[in-house]
């Protein structure tokens, strides 16, 4: 029995570890943005800490609104994912070194899991001091009081410039008429297309005069191939989440909920119009990846340069400018019977309520969102779509600003909108409860006015508490 | 005289299986079949880790990269500290998987072995708590070491470790309930008390639950992403699995760097199983007693 | 609830048996003050929670059984009840065969099983990313692998995961396929039957099929009802396959009760429903343990009473 060798080894172990467990509280220490990485300067190879610098100081940041006496530490929550995370770090530490007596503790966490993570916070009263918020979460967090209203500190900022936000931008967090965040990015959807898959076909380029019905048959002609290597003139279908309204239906005067998210009005003629083409361009012409396709590819389609055309937020172009293998631009959106109508969604910042450092969040947030902090951030990095308009020069003199660019910021001060875009509290269960039945539309094993007649009876009582 | 390590038995079994060498293929032949099926998605990490951002959308997939972009590596595990995410990884999965051991052997020597009163009244509240999802007691959780003032620090990740997981209670419970009576009256006409029958019999013979349950715990702590998600706030303190979890953006996932970071954070825990499943074979050979 | 102790209980009077119990309260102490403080409290919450309508964003306020009212008449509530109880049946009944036999394989004696052992328990250590990825393509209907070799036998495969039908099963093949932890039970479970049985029947006459069913899976049985009852627990609990794999799609088809209970929670802002669905899906998993364990006083064999 003496096979069993370690038994004084684990006991010994065992003793070891509980004083190990005693002092295992290393999460404790709070950490400044020197702090990390053992004290290096932030940046990397994406961006140079050098360059970062000189940035930071060539930029006019705003005024204080007065400096904490003594020393503040505020915690900022954001959701950056690993290779931008360092130009968040390089913001914090100039932030830093502007404001002596603010400290930044800055938490990060996956898109995928924030809400998790913060509303478990919430429920323990222990949310950062400012947090990032999606469009579509503001209204459930400025219902129940958890972001603070900015009124007052916008009105004793000086050089706050609240009419430089781009229109669309504001929408999404001002409710009852006061304002409950400042976004950093609102960006349109526009219609993007592979140059090289339009010369192969021997096909001219969409253009800003195009309507839906060119868009729609030009894709179907540009689908050719079989398998693996079938190329797709669409990228995607339309799918009922929350900007479907403008983006899709509006051109054709219809509506997936009215204005007050508390009808749905997805099977009335208007609406029906807008989506029929769309489904046919699935049924008839498989010129849409199926749903097997689009689950294994990663990417979108258009971005890994299988489909000719694809209708995507301005956000997309940094990450094809990174990846995309093939020549491509954006334009307009094309318009329907009823005009050119897109979607401008974006997300930005709120200071929580409970917040014990308001006045050192307010510098904080001020400045991240101004048009220094979005030069610095978003304008120079090639992240694009800012929520200010005098931030726009910046990223469409940049390098990193894709062919037609110009045009996104056009489309943000004409035709892009935050009406019809779902933002009241019931939003995410709309959404499941449109999407069973949609999957069967585009299965074809419902047609489409039966179809949209069952979603609207699907999510009519999901509504309610909206009211 | 009832149970002995007797590795001469076993060497004498394997002896005489020696002649019967052709009997093997077939099993052979399903080994490697299966071995295809399951090697697949540890070679797809590492062939996505060796792709550049692009090759890693191509669709359909190329298996293999079109050169090996080995430069993925020191890419991705310098991005973030990945170091500092390791060393904290090990630290909370040794803490919580030798809590884990030590709470969950005692209690099931308990239930499968000493009867009292309440003991099935415990044992199906125990059970009970397997049952409850986890989404949806992690926010009470939180609460009550918010109270404790632990958060955004590792006790929450360890100290529940030291009082018994139900899942490994049952299952070494099952174990327990395997080994012969006679055994345990042998000891207990020695003289020996629980806790010496525990130690000298029971745990040699269920060196094969150990090595399972070890595993099992290693990797639970090893892979948690959301203990450390609801926890852990400063980056400095972050896990291997929340840091992986950072290549995930909103818009896109960089697959090549998380697969290059996944590859070298997977590498300990394959060559731990490697090394513990010796423990399922190599356990005891009983001899002498046939079970009931 | 005290049939779950399963077994009848062994009773013997005097000082001894004082002494046993004891003995198991000290022992079992561990995992009582466990429950006391870190389990019992959280459940006793979440049935409270359930009772109200809490946002998780401010207080909750008391709204009496209106959710679990809600819950009888939530027609999504009771699709997903039928796909979480195919899933459960069907991954745990195809699991613990499959598995089981593959235990087996891996505990030849033959040359080099340490390597395919590890290689058999890869898919539980690889990131959960890198598998759904690998299992999207494997699935797929035009240039997936397993249409492909069901395409050489001659049968047209079906849309797997994007179809309503075979959404599931795609699952569970998936859910089988990783349970590596069931295997290392069964190995770990098979060193503990005595070589002297199999020498005895060998003795005897008796065939492999005869040892397999007659000593293997008897001693084994322990066991293989360990695996039974948490197979069954966990895949009634499921959702980060089909968060991962499916989002509940094709129309709802993969909705399982657990991803229900994460979006009430964590997407919809309704923490109070998704307690209630958790302690409606705890009371569907009380019953199916609760007949688990009945049965099994007719085939688990233990060597103590």
């Excluded at chain 2, 996932?253 to 074979?281: D, E, G, R």
């Excluded at chain 3, 209106?66 to 109880?85: I, M, S």
Aim: with cysteine; aromatic share 12%.
């Amino acid at each position: 029995m003496d096979a069993f060798p370690s038994r004084r080894a684990v006991l010994a172990g065992l003793g070891a570890l509980g004083a190990l467990a005693a002092c295992g509280d290393g999460g404790r220490t709070p950490l400044t943005a020197e702090g990390r990485s053992g004290g290096g300067e932030p940046g990397g190879a994406l961006f140079p800490f050098a360059e970062a610098e000189k940035l930071n100081a060539s930029l006019t940041w705003p005024a204080s609104i007065g400096e904490p006496a003594s020393k503040v530490t505020i915690t900022v929550a954001s959701h950056w994912e690993a290779a931008f995370l360092p130009r968040q770090e390089q913001f914090d530490l100039f932030f830093m070194r502007r404001h002596p007596t603010i400290e930044v503790r800055r938490e990060v966490t996956p898109f995928a899991q924030f809400l998790q993570k913060y509303l478990a916070q919430a429920a323990g009263g222990s949310l950062p001091d400012i947090m990032y918020s999606h469009y579509s979460w503001v209204s459930a967090f400025v219902k129940q009081g958890v972001f603070l209203p900015l009124d007052d500190y916008a009105a004793r900022q000086a050089g706050f410039a609240r009419e430089d936000f781009t229109a669309p931008s504001l929408g999404y967090f001002e409710r009852d008429g006061k304002l409950y965040g400042l976004p950093y990015d609102c960006g349109p959807k526009m219609l993007f297309y592979n140059k090289d898959l339009f010369d192969a076909a021997g096909m001219a380029y969409p253009t800003p005069s195009w309507t839906v019905e060119q868009m729609l048959a030009a894709a179907a002609e540009l689908t050719r191939g079989k398998g693996g290597g079938r190329v797709f003139g669409m990228a995607g279908l339309p799918a009922p989440v929350a900007d479907l309204t403008p983006t899709y239906l509006l051109a054709y005067g219809g509506r997936y909920l009215d204005a007050t998210e508390t009808a749905c009005l997805i099977d009335q003629p208007g609406a029906v119009n807008a989506l029929r083409p769309w489904f046919d361009l699935l049924h008839r012409y498989q010129a849409v990846p199926s749903a097997a396709d689009a689950e294994a590819m990663k990417a979108e389609p258009f971005g890994i340069g299988r489909a000719a055309m694809g209708v995507h937020g301005s956000w997309t172009a940094p990450s094809l400018a990174a990846t995309a293998k093939f020549r491509w631009a954006m334009t307009d959106m094309p318009s329907g019977p009823e005009g050119r109508f897109t979607s401008a969604v974006g997300s930005g910042f709120a200071i929580t309520a409970g917040s014990g450092a308001r006045d050192a969040a307010w510098i904080y947030l001020n400045e991240l969102t101004s048009s220094a902090g979005q030069i610095f951030m978003w304008g120079s990095t090639g992240r694009g779509s800012p929520s200010r308009t005098s931030a726009w020069p910046s990223y469409l003199r940049s390098d990193l600003a894709p062919e037609g660019a110009g045009l996104l910021e056009k489309a943000l001060t004409g035709y892009a909108t935050n009406d019809g875009v779902i933002r009241q509290p019931a939003g995410p269960k709309v959404v499941s409860a449109a999407t069973p039945t949609w999957d069967r539309i585009a299965s074809g094993r419902i047609g489409l006015p039966e179809g949209l007649r069952k979603i609207r009876a699907d999510v009519t009582p999901v509504l309610a508490e909206n009211r | 005289m009832v149970a002995e390590i007797s590795p001469a038995v076993a060497g004498v079994a394997r002896e005489r299986r020696r002649p019967r060498d052709l009997s093997r293929l077939p099993a052979y032949a399903l080994l490697c079949a299966g071995a295809a099926m399951y090697l697949l998605p540890f070679l797809w990490m590492v062939t996505t880790a060796l792709k550049t951002a692009d090759e890693v959308l191509a669709f359909p997939p190329d298996f293999l990269p079109s050169s090996f972009a080995w430069h993925n590596f020191p890419e991705a595990w310098t991005q973030l500290p990945f170091t500092r995410f390791l060393l904290n990884t090990v630290l909370v999965t040794v803490l919580a998987v030798a809590g884990t051991l030590v709470s969950s052997i005692v209690p099931a020597y308990a239930f499968a072995r000493l009867p009292a009163r309440g003991r099935p009244v415990l044992f199906a509240a125990m059970i009970g708590t397997m049952m409850i999802p986890a989404e949806i007691t992690l926010v009470p959780q939180f609460l009550l070491f918010k109270e404790l003032g632990m958060v955004n620090t590792y006790w929450p990740l360890i100290l529940p470790a030291w009082f018994g997981y139900a899942y490994y209670i049952f299952l070494f419970r099952q174990f327990f309930r395997t080994i012969p009576q006679e055994l345990v009256d042998a000891a207990r006409i020695d003289g020996a008390s629980h806790a010496r029958i525990l130690w000298s019999v029971m745990l040699p013979l269920a060196k094969p639950a150990i090595a399972a349950v070890t595993v099992f715990s290693v990797i639970g702590n090893w892979n948690n992403l959301l203990g450390p998600l609801i926890y852990l706030r400063d980056q400095d303190a972050y896990t291997l699995a929340l840091g992986l979890s950072l290549f995930q953006g909103e818009h896109a996932t960089a697959y090549h760097h998380m697969m290059a970071v996944s590859t070298l954070t997977v590498m300990p825990i394959v060559v731990l199983f490697f090394l513990a499943q010796k423990a399922f074979v190599r356990g005891i050979t009983l001899t002498g007693l046939g079970g009931r | 609830m005290s049939a779950l102790a399963g077994a009848a209980r062994r009773r013997r009077p005097g000082p001894l048996a004082r002494r046993e119990a004891r003995s198991f309260y000290l022992f079992v102490s561990p995992w009582v003050v466990g429950f006391v403080l870190f389990g019992g409290g959280p459940i006793a919450a979440s049935a409270v929670i359930s009772l109200t309508d809490w946002s998780l964003l401010s207080s909750p306020s008391f709204v009496g059984l209106d959710n679990y009212v809600k819950l009888v008449e939530d027609p999504v509530f009771y699709t997903a009840l039928g796909n979480t109880l195919y899933f459960a049946a069907a991954s745990v009944g195809l699991g613990v065969v499959s598995t089981l036999a593959l235990a087996l394989l891996l505990n030849l004696p033959l040359r080099g099983i340490a390597v395919f052992r590890t290689i058999f328990y890869l898919p539980s250590v690889v990131s959960g990313i890198a598998t759904a990825l690998l299992w999207v393509n494997i699935l797929h209907p035009d240039f997936g692998m397993i249409n492909y070799l069901l395409g050489l036998a001659g049968v047209q495969g079906p849309g797997w995961l994007t179809s309503e039908e075979w959404a599931i099963p795609a699952l569970v093949l998936m859910s089988v396929w990783g349970a590596g932890n069931t295997i290392v039970i069964y190995l770990a479970g098979l060193q503990g039957i005595p070589r002297s049985l199999y020498e005895a029947a060998m003795i005897d006459g008796a065939g492999w099929w005869r040892r397999l069913w007659h000593i293997t899976v008897p001693m084994l049985s322990p066991v293989v009802f360990f695996n039974v009852v948490t197979g069954f627990i966990a895949s009634l609990q499921a959702y980060v396959l089909v968060l991962v794999m499916t989002e509940g799609g094709p129309a709802n088809a993969t909705l399982l009760l657990g991803l229900y209970v994460y979006r009430q929670a964590f997407e919809y802002f309704d923490m109070g429903y998704a307690a209630a669905l958790s302690w409606a899906l705890f009371a569907i998993i009380i019953a199916v343990t609760l007949v688990q364990f009945r049965l099994a006083r007719r085939w688990v064999h233990y060597e103590v009473a």
